[in-house]
């Protein structure tokens, strides 16, 4: 049994919908309730759905030389962020190989939060403070919780002024039912959704509230494990369960570099200097695997570890799978041979089911990206 070093405010009512509080991160997480994980899928597709994600890393960077840490320990330019403003941004090892992504946030001149997920990030960073004026908080008292969907906006209207013109990634310090908190144009669900990041001593009537009141719009709650339908339509990738670290290579140490896992325009333009940026550079054109969708036949889901076959010998493994009721598709993420992946290419998967498949670009479900930037 993993021992939980972190504590979610909204334990209780996980516990109520039928979470057992499995580990990620430290903290007891909702990874499923006793509804259908589907409904979640479609609730976030079509309506709104809330999600506790408050098991993710958030840190505090605060002091004259936070700006110039991040600029060196991320693929990003911060100084192109601005109070209010964040951005995507990845970590390298000095192998160039990724170990973590993040949101940073700016949230002053000399201020910023950094929210990672369950990679090293959070270490290589604690380390890099090491003689510079940097004070880190690692803060568990600020709970994070997702409204995700195409009803969010309307529904958070009602209580938040100007959340309209809020644009993608950004972020405001606000107020919601009276209680401070800061509302963030993000998430990992491919649709139009925001976080709220709240005090542990508010969030638990925060989240009471916004079931109660957007019921009627359709708002659920939804478990965590839902994020894995989504993210398999919208590429949204989830360490280490995409990465060499669970498929590793023979004689290989774990790592797999940007250009891969199709990551590489998390590197700002005409950056070049940053943690692993030799090696980074170095390694444009040696992929030894792509990361690509498939399109299977039939109504089932593929399983993690699903192997794919073409021409007699193995190209790829399924790393998510996922069957939509909406779409009435069956698709999954995964790791692919160069040389197959591309549109079209006929496969077949073997192992928890056995189908035929194609090989299929990603992201399937709005590739454009037109719901998560939309504005008004």
């Known amino acids: 049994m993993a021992t939980l070093w972190r504590y979610s405010a909204l334990a209780e009512r996980h516990r109520a919908l039928g979470s057992k509080l499995e580990d990620w991160n430290g903290m007891g997480t909702a990874w499923s309730y006793d ?3 589907s409904l979640a899928h479609e609730a976030i597709r079509t309506k709104a759905g809330l999600m506790d994600v408050s098991g993710l890393k958030k840190v505090h960077f605060v002091g004259p030389h936070a700006e110039s840490l991040l600029e060196y320990a991320t693929t990003r330019d911060i100084s192109k962020l601005y109070p209010g403003k964040s951005v995507y941004a990845t970590i390298l090892n000095e192998m160039g190989k990724f170990v973590d992504d993040c949101v940073i946030y700016r949230t002053g001149p000399n201020a910023f939060m950094v929210v990672l ?7 290589m960073l604690t380390r890099s403070i090491q003689g ?6 690692f803060d568990d008292d600020l709970h994070d919780i997702s409204l995700q969907g195409p009803v969010a906006v309307d529904f958070l209207a009602e209580h938040v002024p100007g959340i309209r013109d809020l644009p993608y990634f950004h972020h405001m310090q606000t107020r919601l039912f009276d209680r401070p908190v800061m509302i963030s144009r993000t ?20 989240w009471d509230s916004i079931l109660e009141k957007g019921k009627s719009m359709g708002i659920i709650p939804c478990a965590f494990t839902a994020l894995d339908m989504l993210r398999v339509e919208s590429y949204l990738l989830f360490y280490p369960y995409d990465n060499s670290e669970m498929y590793p290579f ?12 199709g990551l590489d325009f998390t590197v700002s333009k005409d950056k070049t200097e940053f943690r692993g940026a030799n090696e980074h550079f170095r390694m444009q054109g040696q992929e030894r695997f792509k990361i690509f969708g498939v399109l299977l036949e039939g109504a089932e889901a593929a399983a993690e570890g699903d192997t794919l076959w073409a021409d007699g010998k193995q190209v790829g493994v399924i790393t998510c799978g996922m069957f939509s ?52």
């Open 117 to 123: 997920g369950a990679g090293n990030g959070y270490e």
């Open 187 to 206: 998430g990992y669900t491919g649709e139009r959704g925001y976080e709220i990041f709240c005090k542990a001593a508010d969030v638990v009537f925060i």
């Open 35 to 37: 509804s259908d994980l």
């Open 325 to 376: 009721r909406l779409t009435q598709k069956s698709m999954a993420i995964a790791r692919f041979d160069t040389g197959y992946a591309e549109q079209g290419a006929r496969l077949e998967v073997k192992g928890s089911i056995q189908v035929a498949a194609i090989a299929h670009s990603l992201p399937f479900d709005d590739p454009e990206k037109k719901k998560r930037t939309a504005k008004g």
């Open 250 to 261: 023979e004689n290989e140490a774990a790592g797999d570099t940007l250009w891969e896992l």
């Open 132 to 137: 510079r004026q940097v004070v880190i908080q």
